[in-house]
């Protein structure tokens, strides 16, 4: 896997952007700290949060974005352990709806226990950098200052588009990056280092309604799915076979939501594991001739699963047809939701757009995905237009791309004097970080 240090070799082809800013102002006395400042990065998801320290290639701290709810003395149950645990009706909360902070209240516990049981620092001691959507609103942008530089007392503050963190991880200052995670999929054009806001477009074919897809799935095929925690043993059986498996005994009476989000993680599992994107639109009969695989389920059921292992996410790609009724919005195809977006930016832009497609998020991750995403790009242009799809290194390298975007930025010389400073937070108020923070 690729050190820091090559990522940084990468990054200098932009680092002309970060001395092309204005910074009009007599920065004396305001530039925060120098190359020795250890700051500590977050990227929030809607399905995961990562932290760790600037300068590192992969966060010390992945936790699920999900909590607990408590009681008057443990308000909310925060990380992996915590939300696995069945505790009397709690149910499972967010802070994260529509990729933007909604819950404040939650979102500061989050950061309380990812400052004293994830990453053990005093958030007086680092400047925080930290990863927004590119539709971020105004009044959260300056409410995230507020509380970082205000309750939690950081020295400095940075606030960065994802997208523009996905696409210097990559060590470009232009790409098109389609990020397809829980909620959503998106695409994003970043050009010179700057989101193209007038071109990002959302669908919400994604990890979410993969899950919706492959429950109707086992409906349908009147396969019920065993949560872990109520499985106290199990018997192994054939494939196919009945399972044969002991309810645990003095289950608490768990909240609905708990129970979902549990059958989720099984779902989830089997997503990985066994869904495959084809690499092209393919007939029943082509399917059927591909071998199947096979998920055994924690209550020790085992299906071989068939062409419906391909049927199930083809809709990220062809949506017409299929049932999408779990859903509103605009349901566009993954590289519609592309071409759309590289439509809607200048024509000069675009074929650097073309050639410069970056994936992110879980949803990526499957098996042929990317390979599919160039042969429908492919379809859609010209053949002198040059399209290339940049997947990353690994896997880590795509789940985590925006948090080593910004572990990469929170550690470079030239990015020390764009912090905002608490001493210019003081003078000018919240704000600052529409001016510091495009």
């Not at 990729?99 to 950061?111: A, K, L, R, S, V």
Request: with cysteine; charged share 20%.
């Amino acid at each position: 896997r690729r050190g820091i240090n090559a990522e940084y070799e990468e990054i200098q082809t932009f680092q002309h952007y970060f001395k092309q800013i204005n910074l009009s102002a007599d920065m004396s006395g305001s530039v925060y700290g120098g190359d020795e400042v250890g700051a500590v990065c977050f990227d929030f998801g809607s399905h995961t949060v990562r932290a760790g320290f600037a300068g590192e290639d992969a966060p010390k701290a992945n936790v699920p974005t999900h909590m607990l709810t408590g009681d008057e003395k443990t308000k909310y149950h925060v990380g992996t352990n915590a939300i696995m645990y069945p505790r009397e009706k709690s149910e499972v909360v967010t802070p994260i709806k529509d990729g933007m902070i909604d819950n404040w209240d939650q979102y500061e516990t989050m950061m309380d226990h990812l400052y004293s049981k994830c990453l053990s620092v005093e958030s007086s001691e680092h400047p925080i950098m930290m990863s927004e959507v590119a539709w971020n609103k105004m009044e959260k942008r300056h409410k995230t200052c507020e509380i970082m530089l205000e309750k939690y007392n950081a020295p400095a503050f940075y606030l960065c588009k994802n997208a523009v963190l996905v696409a210097f991880a990559s060590g470009r200052s232009t790409a098109l990056v389609l990020d397809s995670g829980a909620a959503q999929t998106t695409a994003v054009p970043v050009h010179d280092g700057y989101v193209i806001q007038h071109g990002v477009v959302r669908s919400p074919l994604a990890g979410n309604f993969l899950a919706a897809q492959v429950r109707e799935h086992l409906k349908d095929q009147s396969i019920e799915v065993v949560p872990t925690y109520k499985i106290a043993s199990k018997d192994p059986v054939k494939e196919g076979q009945a399972p044969i498996w002991t309810l645990r005994k003095n289950i608490p009476g768990v909240s609905s939501t708990w129970h979902d989000y549990q059958v989720d993680q099984v779902i989830e599992d089997l997503i990985h594991h066994v869904l495959q994107v084809h690499d092209k639109p393919a007939t029943e009969e082509e399917l059927n001739m591909i071998p199947g695989s096979v998920f055994e389920f924690p209550n020790g059921y085992s299906h071989l699963f068939g062409a419906e292992r391909f049927k199930v996410p083809e809709p990220l790609f062809d949506p017409l047809g299929t049932n999408l009724r779990i859903l509103g919005g605009d349901m566009l195809a993954a590289q519609h939701v592309l071409s759309s977006s590289i439509s809607m930016c200048d024509i000069d832009v675009r074929p650097g757009l073309w050639s410069n497609i970056v994936l992110a998020g879980g949803t990526t991750l499957l098996t042929g995905f990317s390979e599919r995403l160039t042969t429908e790009c492919h379809a859609k242009m010209t053949s002198s237009t040059k399209v290339k799809v940049v997947t990353g290194g690994n896997t880590t390298d795509r789940i985590f791309s925006a948090w080593v975007g910004a572990s990469i930025l929170a550690s470079l010389g030239t990015f020390q004097e764009l912090w905002i400073s608490k001493q210019e937070y003081e003078e000018e108020g919240k704000l600052i970080v529409d001016k510091k923070c495009p």
